[in-house]
């Protein structure tokens, strides 16, 4: 019923949408002499937050042709090296003979699609054999594929480590700290000759019993019977991924406005304000962020239930109680180096969180742990906008290229 009703607010607001562009249109256009009056400029400033706010945003593109190596322009082509029923393994192919430390950005699969990363991926081109995980939206993914767990995650992790190593240094961007790491000590306790050279965990719950944030308190003060009965729904007929049960990405989009409503209302505001003034560079800021923040996707019920109880409710990995289809995660067997990011304003993955994983790693050699608490920033400045690339990503790029010849 919940999806229901969502595509049935989606198709009255189409009208709405469709007026919207055109008063905007009407009220913009050189041929209308109330177009350059503060009127005619607020009309159409108005019709547009309204046509861009009851709009459908599907997947954004990488868009990433080119990066900057020395003084020389790059060419850069998406590859997609291994094709699975709900990711594809993505690289970032740079014309050029550079051999640069290798990496797998892991990204989230937290409503939003891996494009959320484009400006982390385009920090790390110029130094970076990049390679990044592509979540596919759940309601795409036929129910003939099978579902797909935190379980599943974690073997999707151990494929593509495996594909790329033994080389590959793997950088984990909040929500899959917990899988990337539980991937590393399977594969370490293993002995795997393909195991990471390095780990980065970048604002991820590891142990979410340290300064816990609003979404975490969700997560503890409802049952588990709660959220099978509030949170997931069924798709409907139309997609590909009909009958398959979900955690729909408008109802996680919610949550994160809801987080900070008064910001996002106050950002449509000073569009408005952009707008009317013909301030354009600003304005294309605007919609180049709400752009990708507005695009989401659904997750399969299975992978996002157990992430709630296994991460947030249970906290079986820093308790040591971790079995993961019969294995036993033990994060005291990985060697390789560690390094933990945190933000100072983090509100999703509060301080200590994901620092926790250093205490669950003993057997790595003092030298090869680092941890980098951003000030000032929250958890989107971790690994997106200036303080990601001035301050942060050069530490990380140092991390990675000391820690690539060990």
């Known amino acids: 019923m919940l999806y229901h009703a969502y595509e049935f607010q989606r198709q009255l607001a189409n009208p709405v949408r469709l007026w919207a562009n055109a008063l905007e249109q009407a009220y913009s256009s050189p041929y209308?002499?109330?177009?350059?009056?503060w009127l005619g400029k607020s009309v159409a400033a108005g019709a547009e937050i309204v046509a861009r706010l009851t709009q459908n945003y599907g997947k954004p593109?990488?868009?990433l042709a080119t990066t900057e190596i020395g003084n020389q322009t790059v060419e850069v082509n998406e590859e997609i090296l291994v094709r699975?029923?709900?990711c594809d393994l993505v690289r970032f192919r740079r014309d050029t003979i550079r051999r640069d430390p290798k990496v797998l950005v892991v990204a989230p699969m937290s409503g939003h699609f891996a494009t959320l990363l484009r400006g982390t991926v385009e920090a790390l081109l110029p130094d970076h054999?990049?390679?990044i995980t592509d979540w596919k939206d759940a309601r795409e993914v036929p129910i003939t594929s099978g579902d797909f767990s935190l379980d599943d995650y974690i073997d999707y992790v151990i494929a593509f480590s495996r594909y790329l190593g033994p080389d590959v240094h793997v950088i984990a961007v909040c929500q899959p700290s917990v899988p990337v790491l539980a991937a590393a000590a399977l594969m370490a306790e293993a002995k795997d000759p393909r195991q990471p050279k390095s780990l980065t965990l970048m604002g991820g719950?590891?142990?979410t019993r340290q300064s816990p944030t609003v979404p975490n308190d969700l997560a503890m003060r409802n049952s588990m019977m709660w959220f099978r009965q509030n949170v997931i729904s069924t798709v409907p007929?139309?997609?590909?991924g009909a009958m398959r049960r979900?955690?729909?990405?408008?109802?996680q989009l919610t949550s994160f406005i809801s987080m900070n409503l008064d910001r996002h209302v106050n950002a449509h505001m000073r569009q408005f304000e952009h707008l009317v003034k013909g301030d354009d560079d600003s304005a294309d800021g605007h919609r180049t962020f709400y752009d990708e923040y507005l695009a989401v996707m659904d997750l399969n019920a299975e992978f996002y239930l157990q992430t709630i109880e296994v991460v947030f409710k249970e906290h079986l990995l820093p308790r040591g109680e971790w079995v993961s289809r019969g294995r036993k995660i033990d994060p005291s067997f990985i060697e390789t180096a560690l390094m933990t990011v945190e933000g100072e304003l983090d509100d999703i993955s509060g301080i200590g969180q994901t620092k926790a994983?250093?205490?669950l790693t003993p057997n790595i050699p003092g030298a090869r742990h680092v941890h980098w608490e951003q000030p000032r920033v929250g958890h989107y400045g971790i690994f997106n906008g200036r303080k990601w690339r001035e301050q942060i990503m050069p530490r990380v790029r140092t991390f990675i290229r000391e820690n690539d010849a060990a």
């Open 205 to 207: 719950p590891i142990d």
């Open 84 to 86: 699975k029923p709900f």
């Open 32 to 37: 209308n002499p109330l177009s350059d009056t």
């Open 246 to 251: 979900v955690y729909p990405g408008f109802l």
């Open 61 to 63: 593109h990488f868009g």
């Open 237 to 240: 007929f139309g997609y590909p």
């Open 357 to 359: 994983a250093h205490a």
């Open 129 to 131: 054999d990049v390679h």
